[in-house]
């Protein structure tokens, strides 16, 4: 496994999901449901870009390097 380091865009999308979840919630009942269908809209495009990412991981050589060992330990 190489010794790459992480995207500048995925550092910069990790250290502003920190901000957000560091932010209190908003409670109050209309404001806190449109903050819910926003954030299910968000979820579901960042799940649709991991598969799309690990799709493209699992064609490389690095997905057999990146692996756990599948020796028994029995």
Do not use: N
């Amino acid at each position: 496994m190489t010794g790459a380091s992480v995207s500048e865009s995925v550092l910069r999308l990790v250290r502003q999901i920190e901000e957000f979840c560091a932010e209190p919630a908003r409670d109050t009942g209309p404001e806190a449901a449109a903050d819910l269908r926003e954030l299910s809209r968000g979820r579901c495009m960042l799940d649709l870009k991991f598969s799309e990412m690990a799709a493209a991981f699992a064609a490389t050589d690095q997905y057999d390097a990146a692996a756990p060992s599948r020796r028994s330990t029995g």
